[in-house]
């Protein structure tokens, strides 16, 4: 399964029986507000679960020297939604403190080792997200 719109349509469509479990590790959607355009944006993204009501999800845009629009439209409207397999809920984002980035980061990168070398390739800081349920 591709990751982008067409992974967002089969997680909806089967309440993520389909897109959920994405090469060795899992997904959450994220819909988020356009800071411009006023409409959702859902956007597929690796997850981790921190505790209780509290995931984390990395804003690496593959490593690219700019952000993904998505990290952009929550720092505008940090009031988000997030879906876990048909659970669906309205959480806060915020990025992670400086103090609590590492130990994030390092989590995240047990579950998708690629985020190191994305950091490797950009000048930027990539952060990290904590999105916890409202």
Not at 3 to 9: D, I, L, M
Not at 12 to 19: L, P, R, V
Not at 100 to 120: G, N, R
Request: proline share 6%; glycine share 8%.
């Amino acid at each position: 399964m591709l990751f982008g719109r067409e992974h967002v349509e089969r997680y909806q469509e089967t309440d993520g029986a389909e897109g959920h479990d994405w090469q060795g590790t899992t997904v959450l959607l994220l819909t988020t507000v356009g800071r411009k355009s006023g409409q959702k944006r859902t956007s597929p993204l690796i997850y981790r679960k921190k505790d209780g009501d509290t995931y984390t999800v990395i804003a690496s845009n593959g490593g690219a020297d700019e952000p993904p629009l998505w990290y952009a439209n929550l720092q505008a409207d940090p009031e988000v939604e997030v879906q876990v397999w048909g659970e669906k809920f309205v959480a806060r984002a915020r990025t992670a403190t400086p103090e609590e980035k590492p130990a994030l980061w390092e989590a995240m990168a047990e579950t998708w080792p690629a985020y190191d070398d994305y950091q490797k390739k950009t000048e930027r800081e990539i952060p990290v997200v904590v999105l916890e349920r409202v």
